[in-house]
């Protein structure tokens, strides 16, 4: 199967983009990709004001361009994460979706860790917005391949990984907008990292380049195999990548290396 990762530089201009995302889609499909991913907040990144703003119901427009395009397509997309209104809620949910190639829904995973965190003098207070999920998802692709989905800062929860992996992701998505600071410092070791722990391949899209109000997102998305080795990276502009994944490769990893089967959840108390 083929994979493909779609890097943008979304703003707060929802038309542009969605028009963007439907191009690059496309290019994917083109280039032979079979699943296409997307990256977090693909549909609009900007202050915490225009997004709120541009929130949308899972029967909103963006999900009905991801169901319609994977019908004409015959591909699997996972929708990076879009802003999900909530009717439970004045906040929101930072929301990833996994679309089948007949157009239905097939899973909905809204992002479980909240990015509350200072980076270069900058505050983030995700949750001061968005309302966490509270369910670990995994999807299954069109052939029978397990799907584990995370968004962002996610990734730096080892346990969620292992937990996707022992309820049977083969693949595993990370739809980011890294800040620039962590893209450099952290993102291709923590991605590097759970795809050899939990000897899966890992489809990591990510952001790139300038948004309200003024945040940067550093790119370099990347699609990683079981052995931790990068198929395949993007430069620093909206781009495609696409890598083959191949589950012979993950099943003789899996085989020659079986750290997942001597495990000792006895021991450790967790992670069962």
């Given at each position: ?17 969605l ?17 296409v991913?997307l990256?977090e ?13 541009a929130?949308?119901p ?6 009905g361009?991801?169901?319609s395009?994977?019908r004409?397509?015959?591909i ?20 990833s ?10 899973a909905v ?11 270069d003098?900058?505050?983030y207070?995700e ?21 584990g ?6 990734v ?6 292992r937990?996707l ?6 693949v595993?998505?990370?739809p ?10 952290h993102?291709?070791v923590l ?5 050899i ?8 899209p990510n952001q ?7 945040h940067?997102?550093g ?5 990683i ?5 990068v198929l ?5 502009a909206e781009?495609v990548?696409v890598?083959?994944i191949?589950l012979?490769?993950?099943i ?8 997942l089967a001597?495990?000792r959840p006895d ?6």
């Amino acid at each position: 199967m083929l994979a493909g990762a779609v890097q943008l530089n979304s703003t707060e201009d929802t038309d542009r983009n969605l028009a963007t995302a439907d191009r690059l889609v496309r290019e994917a499909a083109a280039r032979g990709a079979e699943l296409v991913v997307l990256p977090e907040k693909w549909s609009v990144l900007g202050t915490d004001e225009q997004m709120a703003a541009a929130a949308e119901p899972l029967e909103g427009r963006c999900v009905g361009w991801a169901r319609s395009i994977t019908r004409e397509l015959g591909i699997d997309l996972v929708a990076g994460s879009i802003v999900e209104s909530l009717a439970d809620s004045e906040k929101c949910a930072n929301t990833s979706l996994h679309v089948g190639p007949d157009g239905e829904l097939r899973a909905v995973y809204r992002k479980l860790h909240m990015f509350d965190v200072e980076v270069d003098g900058v505050l983030y207070a995700e949750s001061a917005h968005a309302r966490p999920g509270d369910e670990v998802i995994v999807s299954e692709l069109a052939g029978g391949i397990g799907l584990g989905m995370s968004i962002c800062y996610d990734v730096r929860f080892p346990e969620l990984y292992r937990l996707l992996a022992l309820r049977g992701a083969e693949v595993i998505v990370v739809p980011s907008a890294f800040t620039l600071a962590t893209t450099r410092d952290h993102w291709e070791v923590l991605l590097r990292a759970r795809a050899i722990e939990n000897q899966c391949f890992v489809i990591a899209p990510n952001q790139i380049g300038a948004h309200p109000p003024g945040h940067r997102s550093g790119g370099r998305s990347l699609i990683i195999d079981p052995w931790g080795l990068v198929l395949a990276g993007a430069a620093d502009a909206e781009a495609v990548i696409v890598a083959r994944i191949d589950l012979d490769s993950l099943i003789g990893v899996r085989r020659r290396l079986p750290a997942l089967a001597h495990r000792r959840p006895d021991v450790y108390g967790c992670g069962r």
